[in-house]
């Protein structure tokens, strides 16, 4: 049986040492796996069949013993790895523990096995010790050690010469050694770029399309990425992008995002709350450091998740489900896998409306092979649409039996696919609603109804009450708002600063008029319009109708001059603190962002403002969720406010305000830095930018993430609800238009 990744099959090999007399001296074991490892018409192949590598860089580090890992903590590395859909690590930058090569054969990873190497600090040019015969033998033997330690074992495919050490005469000469004492594995080396001593090209964050480029230039080597997709604070933006196109090229398989866990401390403050400490928060103070640089992990020090290692669960997943006739319940599978059928997996299935399901099912016998597909008939039908209900097929594909590492029922792949049985919501006429009183007085526009009342400031333009039941809704009033705390990749690419005009525009903005207009006895508009510092326009519209409902009307006009990209489009409002529970229909339930949301489906969820909160090692722009169709927040007794989009809304609700969260630069905040508000920030905008991730230096977030000065129009609805009200019934109402005018 052979070795792979997802067939971990060993044997038991016994050596044993006797005398003359036949008499046993001396005996050994070791764990051996068949398996090749080849390139063949410019892929790699294992066991003869081309594989795609979906891995990332692995530190061996312990939150509290640093470079010390226990067997336990590797297991755990593995475990998350397989359960996250990952096959392979580099073991960046030099030989790792030898039990780490012995766990990732018994439970199946791919290993790029590198030798302890690195001369970055010499550059790569004449200076660079690659260059220098003098460093052959340092070289030569650190290569040497690595490859007759570790050679007996089937998980390592790949050996790495090093990294970011040049390259030179005696790389060229490392090579040749290699190939001269192993013929069973390829060689890599990320400096040797397209030379011919390397047999796989393995750039290091090579963008999109300079990899579609080599694909297309009839490569007779595989392009594997030694590292990419930096994760860094709240990154890992626009990976489902590099991934449609490695899937794309045979001569394209995959790589290894850089990397998996953040390297932090643990550490205590005085008060003896645990926070990571990072390189920034040693001494001496003399010495250069690069603040939280090694934060740049697909999980945190403890293990626990970033929300972005579910995005890569997702692109990495090994089963593709495809619409074929989505509304008669018609569906095709797909098995990526290299050596395994299905049979070991069930798919379970759903029909949502709303959030809610309504009929669901279990497909228990999968007869796919490797590479094949099915399609299958799911029987949905009788379905019958309600007004202005979303419907959505989710698919899920799950163990059958526990295996090591991974329980019974472990969801390996996912999919969600929009079903086109709609029906227009229900109308409102807004007639039917009570009357509006408007008055004047003290600077104030007051306009009530029953059990509601709407004050708005006659100098700023804002509305600072929202009363209903006795309750107050306003802490701080909705303003327009376009900065968001900048993450690890905006102080990269220097967003902060190239966008610095947008941080405080929105507080800055300048009322330039404000009308109240009685369009009916039961609407009232009233319109503000502001300049900002920037040379542009916001023009906020409110009608308040007399059912309580407040629809807000905001509309972006850019300045003449040039302006930059903006970091988010849209309003923010303080809500009292008492306003914990939220729930919401959009994506989820995790962080998503514009470029990171594949793996977050639209659904109804429930949380609370506190879990809304992400607590990055290095405080940044963090809670977001995308495609939200509404959201509400109540407090204790019941009493909300819901928030409903026009169509769609970026929202995030937090008890930090941006400027509590936001960095001049690189470290310089802890999570103990932040103290909670006692009030609810909640982020009701068009869009917020992608948060990329191509790298943590420069690279700016991808141009379709992003938000250039140009005109923003978008709506939403704000509508007051009682316990005992549902606040998805009310969202799905619309109101009927009853002036010209509207």
Known sequence: LKWSAETPNLYQLALSIRDENGRVLEVVGSKVGFRTSEIKNGQLLVNGVPILIKGANRHEHDEYHGHVVSEASMIRDIQLMKQYNLNAVRTS??????????????????????????????????????????????????????????KNHASIIIWSLGNEAGSGVNFIESAKWIKSRDTSRPLQYEQAHQEAYTDIVAPMYMLIPGIEKYAQSNPQRPLILCEYAHAMGNSVGNLQDYWEVIEKYDALQGGFIWDWVDQGLAAYTAEGEKYWAYGGDYGPEDVPSDQNFCING?????????????????????????????????????????????????????????????????????????????????????????????????????????????????EFAKEQIPLPFQKASRAVSITD?????????????????????????????????????????????????????????DHGNRLHQRAAVWRTAGKQARLETFELQKISPQQVKLSARYSLPTGSEVQLEYEVMGNGAVEVSYDFQPGDAELPEIPRVGMMLQLPDEFEEIEWLGRGPHENYWDRKSSAFVGHYHSTVSQMYEPYVAPQENGNREDVRWVALRNPQGVGLLAVAQPRLSMSALRFTPEDLTREGRGGKHTYDLKERDFVSLA???????????????????????????????????????????????????????????
């Open 93 to 150: 930058h030099y030989p790792n523990d030898p039990r780490w090569y012995e766990l990732c054969d018994q439970y199946g990873l791919y290993v790029v096995d590198e030798a302890n190497i690195e001369s970055h600090g010499m550059g790569y040019g004449k200076a660079s010790l690659a260059k220098d015969p003098l460093w052959m033998e340092a070289h030569l033997n650190r290569i040497q050690r690595m490859l007759e330690r570790d």
């Open 684 to 742: 009701l905008d068009y869009r917020q930018m992608g948060v990329g991730g191509d790298n943590s230096w420069g690279a700016t977030t991808h141009e379709q993430y992003r938000l250039p000065a140009q005109p923003y129009r978008y709506r939403f609805r704000l509508q007051p609800f009682t316990k005992g009200m549902d606040p998805a019934l009310l969202a799905q109402q619309r109101y009927e238009q009853t002036t010209e005018g509207r």
């Open 433 to 489: 609603f009570p009357a509006l009183n408007t008055e004047h007085a003290n600077g104030q526009s007051r306009i009530s109804g029953e059990e509601f009342e709407v004050v708005f400031d006659d100098q700023s333009g804002q509305l600072i009450s929202y009363r209903f039941h006795g309750v107050e809704f306003i802490h701080g009033a909705p303003v327009p708002n376009f900065w968001r705390a900048p993450t690890d990749n």
């Open 298 to 410: 697909l999980v945190f020090p403890d293990r626990s998740i970033h929300p972005a290692l579910l995005e890569v669960k997702k692109v990495y997943q090994y089963v593709k489900f495809e619409a074929v006739d989505p509304t008669q319940g018609r569906v095709r599978l797909r098995n990526t896998y290299d050596f395994i059928p299905l049979d070991g997996f069930y798919l379970q299935w759903e029909v949502q409306a709303d959030g809610q399901t309504l009929k669901s099912g279990k497909v228990a016998e999968l007869p796919v092979p490797p590479k094949g597909s099915l399609e299958l008939q799911l029987d949905y039908e009788g379905l019958e649409p309600e007004a202005g209900k979303e419907y959505f097929l989710n698919l899920s594909m799950r163990s059958k039996e526990a295996q090591p590492l991974i329980p019974q029922n472990h």
